[in-house]
């Protein structure tokens, strides 16, 4: 757990209480929080992935955009869908607060809120994973 900004937070946050956490159910959505957290969600511009990649180019999303967590999970077209009640929610509990905050599950929130982030989350990233599949990438 050494050397990771997150995880090293999430340290100092949980030092009291380290139990299992409410949300860690093997669900898509706690998977991509753990990864994101340890910051090996296997997108493009991660390091642990980046060098397969040889050129800027091909680490760009289909939609164009560098394919970060960030990007993926709350800026790119092509997972608007998903996202959508996921941040209209976050909206009305959290207002301007970084919806990656609850991504990575630093911020307490409603347990209704936290079943449509990592409901949100999850298929966003079963969506994404289904594209690379389909066009080989």
Avoid at 6 to 18: Q, T
Avoid at 41 to 62: D, G, H, P
Avoid at 75 to 80: A, G, H, I
Avoid at 86 to 103: F, N, R, S
Wanted: glycine share 10%.
């Amino acid at each position: 757990m050494q050397g990771n900004e997150r995880l090293e937070r999430y340290c100092a946050e949980k030092s009291e209480d380290r139990r299992m956490e409410k949300y860690a159910d093997g669900s898509d959505g706690a998977r991509v929080r753990m990864m994101c957290r340890g910051d090996s969600l296997t997108t493009r511009a991660n390091r642990i992935v980046r060098w397969r990649y040889n050129s800027e180019e091909e680490r760009r999303c289909v939609c164009g955009g560098e394919e970060s967590e960030r990007h993926i999970l709350l800026e790119c077209p092509l997972y608007d869908k998903w996202r959508r009640e996921w941040l209209t929610a976050w909206g009305k509990e959290k207002g301007g607060q970084d919806p990656m905050e609850g991504v990575l599950g630093f911020v307490g929130v409603s347990q209704e809120l936290e079943r449509v982030v990592l409901k949100c989350i999850g298929a966003i990233w079963r969506e994404r994973e289904r594209e690379r599949r389909e066009k080989g990438r």
